[in-house]
């Protein structure tokens, strides 16, 4: 890729790190470093830096290479009770005033949807981080284009000539309609749940191939790196800062790498950013359930258990983690289809461990973490590539334990073959990362049609015992703006996470514009909702499917 004149690596670094930004640029001149939030880091490495770059990570206690995330989405205002705000009598919520930001797959911006009346745009900003030539200064790729620039491209008779960015993909347009679509043309067919509110739409770029081929993504899958979501959070919350206006952010993307308990660095950061008044954080739970990709085991000391995996037939591998109580020593070994085996594979901290097997090609890498710098558990990486079609079985062994109970998680469906599974899969703790995160709004789904529960919603606890999701709400047979005009429907907790994200811009309309809640942060917002869902008889509440029950904004508002 090239930006600005150099030739870049199409490889991203994230760096947990208590040194300051200039310590850092100082020691290592050659390496592209920035700052995302206190302790939090990016890297490029430019070409022919590789060398600098092996120095730092020596040097430092901790790198994390991106993680890759997808998309959770594949009547509703109503049965939420938010449309009848957009006319109340008493004074209307429309979402005038507030900013929702998403970090997604783009905007179509010359969708009537997303303009005024008079044709201008209702989109603030849109930062395409796959455009070189105008980026945001404090991040230095893609290109930042403002409403000015929307609105002069949308006079233009051919606006993608002015401004080209669009999505290819669909589901950021979808998304930023449920939220906030508004068509103010002849034709009004659609209302989004806060019409008036404007946009800020970040355009992820795709995960680089190198990436892409570490954790072995399936072609064709949407996957995008954890270090350009950090960044296009950031951004999201500098344009509102700039801009001086309330924001909610809605984010609809998710992975299953990772302790399950608040302590990846997106979560991390969507908490703090939580905290900070005048912004609601809204996550997606996932689409996990129903997908036979997590395990939970318990071992007492010096026994084994073995977990039965379906490998299936066109599978090109993948990449697990077994993640162990904080009291628990564990090892590991395999068998494959063929009954080849690969013994217990000692514990050789921090050190990739490679594998071969005489009769299949199958190469089979072990990696333990003992202990997880950012966990404080152990952690077994393992990666298979090239596996044999059929059942292979990874035997645990407990050493030293108290406790003794872990959980692995396989790659989020679109990651790998549909049918490589768990024999024995566990549908609880599915709520997928970021939406482990403690003190941010996680919403599963649920079809407003028939009022059942979405099958794929992600479901809790966390591994840290917490109740998520927090609530649902509709995701399933609904539908929004689609790419190139019209109405279409995806299904998903990223469609209850858009609905969620709009009723949080009337809520802080409500609370801040208004001046009934002016402290108005993730965390209030969290308990008004929680305080005002909608409950069943017969059903105990809180629960890990549900959580308090469904989505009721008027009802959330009036018992405040």
Request: charged share 20%; net charge negative; hydrophobic share 40%.
């Amino acid at each position: 890729m090239e930006e600005n004149g150099n030739i870049y690596l199409l490889v991203n670094y994230s760096i947990s790190e208590t040194e300051d930004l200039e310590t850092l640029r100082r020691l290592y001149p050659n390496l592209d470093i920035r700052r995302i939030t206190a302790g939090i880091y990016t890297i490029q490495v430019p070409a022919g830096a590789e060398s600098e770059f092996d120095i730092l990570e020596r040097n430092l206690r901790y790198i994390d290479r991106p993680i890759l995330y997808g998309l959770n989405a594949e009547q509703a205002l109503e049965v939420s009770n938010i449309s009848q705000f957009h006319d109340y009598p008493y004074g209307a919520l429309r979402g005038s005033g507030i900013l929702i930001g998403f970090v997604d797959t783009g905007i179509e911006y010359t969708n009537t949807y997303f303009q005024n009346a008079d044709g201008t745009s209702r989109i603030a900003s849109i930062w395409d981080q796959t455009i070189p030539g105008n980026p945001p200064e404090a991040f230095g790729y893609g290109s930042t284009y403002s409403q000015a620039e929307l609105n002069a491209a949308l006079r233009n008779e051919d606006p993608y000539s002015v401004v080209p960015t669009r999505d290819t993909n669909g589901h950021g347009t979808f998304l930023a309609g449920l939220a906030a679509g508004n068509d103010q043309s002849d034709a009004a067919t659609f209302t989004g749940a806060a019409p008036d509110a404007e946009i800020i739409m970040v355009k992820l770029r795709p995960a680089s191939q190198e990436i892409r081929d570490l954790f072995l993504i399936n072609e064709g899958a949407d996957a995008y790196q954890s270090n350009d979501i950090l960044t296009g959070i950031q951004y999201i919350v500098s344009v509102a800062n700039d801009l001086n206006r309330p924001l909610v952010i809605c984010i609809g993307l998710g992975d299953n790498y990772g302790a399950h308990n608040g302590t990846n660095i997106i979560e991390r950061l969507l908490e703090d950013v939580g905290l900070t008044n005048r912004i609601i954080v809204v996550v997606a739970a996932g689409n996990e359930t129903s997908s036979g990709h997590h395990y939970r085991g318990q071992i007492a000391p010096n026994t084994k258990q073995d977990i039965e995996i379906n490998v299936a037939e066109n599978e090109r591998g993948f990449f697990m983690a077994l993640w162990a109580d904080i009291s628990a020593k564990l090892y590991v070994s395999f068998r494959s289809p063929l009954g080849q085996t690969i013994s217990r594979v000692p514990l050789v901290n921090r050190e990739s461990q490679v594998f071969r097997f005489n009769l299949e090609p199958a190469i089979l890498d072990v990696r333990y973490l003992y202990t997880d710098p950012i966990t404080g558990v152990e952690s077994v990486g393992i990666r298979l590539s090239n596996p044999t079609p059929g059942i292979w079985t990874m035997t645990v062994e407990g050493d030293s334990t108290i406790d003794g109970s872990f959980h692995i998680w396989l790659p989020r469906r679109g990651f790998i073959d549909e049918n490589t599974t768990f024999l024995q899969p566990d549908p609880s703790y599915t709520v997928q990362i970021p939406a482990t995160a403690e003190y941010v709004i996680v919403v599963g789904a649920y079809d407003p049609v028939d009022d059942s529960i979405y099958v794929a919603s992600g479901r809790g606890p966390t591994t840290a015992n917490v109740i998520k999701p927090d609530f649902i709400a509709p995701g399933v047979n609904v539908q929004g703006p689609r790419v190139g005009g019209g109405l279409t429907t995806f299904v998903g907790t990223s469609t209850a996470a858009a609905i969620t994200a709009g009723a949080s811009a009337l809520l802080l309309e409500w609370a801040v514009l208004n001046n009934n809640f002016p402290e108005m942060n993730t965390r209030i917002a969290r308990g008004i909702f929680i305080r005002g869902a909608r409950r069943s008889n017969n059903v105990d509440y809180p629960n890990t499917i549900e959580g308090y029950g469904r989505l009721d904004l008027q009802n959330s508002i009036s018992i405040v």
